[in-house]
Every structure is written in C-alpha cells, then in structure tokens.
C-alpha cells in the first residue's frame, strides 16, 4: 500500500523506535497549525522520498531512516522548510513554518 | 502523441465539470480524502477494493471491469478525467489500467489534487451518482504490462528503469517513507536497472514537467531510446507515472509497466538482485 495512513502523533501500534527512525511534528503559520498541507519528505542530496498531507491539526510523520533530511510543507499559503539530522533511530520532532 | 491529448489542466477542469460526456474520477487508495471533499461532479474508484482481484493477485478480469465501469456510469465514448493525491500515483495507474483495458478517452488532470488543492479550487462533499451505462471492454492490451519472466530476460538487454527513491534502489528502504519499513522482502534493484525516481518527472506541485525537460531527464540518465523500456517500483503505481511520461507524453513505442514490481520481485527465490547506487564510484 502506497496511500498515506492518516497522519497523528500517535504513532502506529508495534512501532519500534529502537529499529525505526520516525520523524514527526506540525506544519504552522504564525502559531496557528496547517492542515491539508503537503509535506515532502527530502533526502540528504534534495531529492524527493515522500510526501504526506497534514491532519487537520497541521501532524504528519515519515518512517524514514538515520541520515540528513529535509522537511518541506507547500500550502494555499505559503511554504516553508526544515532541515533535520537523524543520527539514531528513534523519534525526531522536526516542526515547520509556513509563510 | 501530444500532451493536450492526454493531459488536461486545472482551468479545463473547472471549466468542464458539467460537460456531457466527461467524466471525472479521483482514485485514491484512501477513499477517505474523496468523502472530505472532491471534485464537483467526480466519481470515486479505489484502486485496491474496485481495480484488484480480492483473491488472485492480480486486476479484476474483463467481465468485472465491464461491471464496474458500467455501474459507475461511465460510457465507452465517456472522455474520461482521472486525477487523485499522491502526486496523482494512483489516477496515473488507472490511466494505464483504463488503456490496458482499451478506453479510448482517458486523460489525466495534470497536478491531480495537489495542485487543485494549492489553486485553492473548490471541493465539495456533495454526493454524486450517475445512471449505470452497459460498458464493453477490451481484451488486455498485454504490449503495456510486463510480467516477471519478461523482466528477468529484459537485464542487460533492454532499459529497465527504477522509478523508485534512492535509498528503496539502493535498499537502504523497503517502501516509500511515509510507511512502516517492517517488511519481509529482499531490498535492492533489479541488474541493470536505472534509478530515475518518478519525481524527477513531476514539478513540486505535483504536475508533469516539460517535454524538453524530459527528455533531458531520461537522456542524461542513460535510457536509451533505441531500446524498449519496462518500467517498475514497488507495486506498479509510481511506475504508471513514469509509464506516462515516457509512452503517452514523450511518445517512447514499446514502453511496458511491470505491475507485480519490487514486492514481486523482490520475493522471488534465485533472481538476480543489485545492492547499492549501482552508479560507478559511489
């Protein structure tokens, strides 16, 4: 399955965090969070891994792995981005403004 | 073949939506995002419940694509307009799935949701429902869908192409990042294959980019054009959109789909697989 589970905090039940390097926050716009915003996941060189649509309270998540990412949210909007390291697996919060 | 018979944009969408004898359908596999708001006037299909055999891996038969085109409404001189999310993934898929089935008129909103979503279009969650049709199908058009053993003959002789990331090519991922990686298969690449992921064709939002900057692409990635082309990722869907820009907008002859893709492949017991960027020096 390709489709985008809907996007929480929570994490999926059986998520191990000592094996999967999760990545995960909220896309904002001056405090308020963005929902329905399209949110690319991009790796170390730029290149395009995948893309999420936010929840209504602006969540999304990416089971990626340890490594330089970037986060990148387009939205009716405006767009913003956030570069994030992940040394580890594990839980990394990575938050993003949109303007 | 010209990209204004098989792409159409957002502006001729909304100018279009009530039109006889044009159909839009979203096809997500989240049904979900069709109920919370759609096109005005779009049918749904899901590409998991209504396209797949539920027992066979495998696409619903003739008979049952007939069924199913029929009670959704849509007609065999229907021009249809398929678009969805995920960069419009699941809307290319069934546009290769509507041509193996031999329907004429089927374009594909250049875009899909994103960009309509970006454009700040409107959505509705208004019901929609159509007067059932008595659709008639063709036979599969089998020179589009490639099959395993076509595939392992295609190493080293034909151009495979790999439309998925990096690290899924490389094995590094097992699956596209915004899913679980707890998964069963060997990682890697078919020999041979190129790694040209699907979204080095798309712009950000999500729509197709130009010719030129396709052919570009593929040129400088090595596919070469004198040789047929089977193209592949993890369940076929990605690889419809690179189907896409290469057979239906670039115009490439003898381009197939291999629908069964990694998760097929990357199962078999002997076949060959290639780790790593399989580009020399890295």
């Known amino acids: 399955m390709c489709g985008a589970p809907e996007q929480t905090q929570e994490l999926p039940p059986g998520t191990d965090l000592t094996t999967q390097t999760v990545l995960t926050g909220t896309v904002h716009s001056g405090g308020e969070p963005v929902g329905g915003a399209f949110v690319r996941l991009l790796d170390g060189s730029g290149e395009f891994t995948a893309e999420v649509v936010t929840s209504a309270s602006g969540d999304f998540r990416f089971f990626a792995a340890p490594g330089e990412w970037t986060v990148r949210a387009l939205h009716r909007s405006g767009n913003g981005e956030t570069a994030v390291t992940a040394e580890r697996p594990g839980l990394h919060v990575v938050e993003v403004e949109v303007a | ?282």
């Open chain 2, 1 to 282: 073949m010209s990209r204004e018979n098989v792409l159409v944009t957002a502006d001729w969408a909304e100018q279009n939506l009530d039109t006889d004898g044009v159909v839009l359908v979203e096809v997500d596999e989240d049904t979900t995002a069709y109920d919370a708001g759609h096109i005005p006037g779009a049918i749904k299909i899901n590409w998991k419940t209504e396209l797949q055999d539920q027992v066979t891996r495998d696409f619903v038969d003739k008979g049952g694509f007939e069924k199913l085109l029929s009670d959704k409404g849509i007609g065999n001189d229907d021009t249809v307009v398929l678009y969805g999310g995920n960069n419009n993934w699941f809307a290319a898929y069934a546009y290769w799935y509507f041509k193996l089935y031999g329907h004429s008129e089927v374009k594909l909103l250049d875009g899909g949701r994103k960009k309509w979503e970006l454009d700040g279009r409107t959505l509705t969650t208004d019901e929609v429902s159509r007067p059932s049709t008595s659709y008639t199908a063709q036979e599969q058009d089998r020179s589009i869908r490639a099959f395993r053993d076509e595939v392992i003959e295609a190493i080293g002789a034909r151009n495979l192409v790999d439309v998925r990331s990096p690290d899924e090519f490389s094995g590094k991922l097992l699956a596209p990042a915004h899913l679980p990686q707890e998964q069963a298969q060997r990682g890697g690449h078919i020999p041979s294959a190129l790694n040209v992921p699907w979204s080095k064709a798309a712009n950000e939002d999500g729509t197709f980019k130009s010719d030129e900057e396709l052919r570009t692409l593929y040129g400088g990635e090595g596919l070469d054009d004198s040789k047929s082309t089977i193209a592949y990722c993890r369940i076929g869907e990605r690889s419809s959109h690179t189907w896409f820009a290469l057979h239906e907008l670039l115009g490439h002859a003898d381009v197939k789909n291999y629908d069964g893709s990694w998760t097929e492949y990357g199962s078999l017991v002997g076949v060959p697989i290639e780790v790593g960027s399989g580009k020399a020096g890295s």
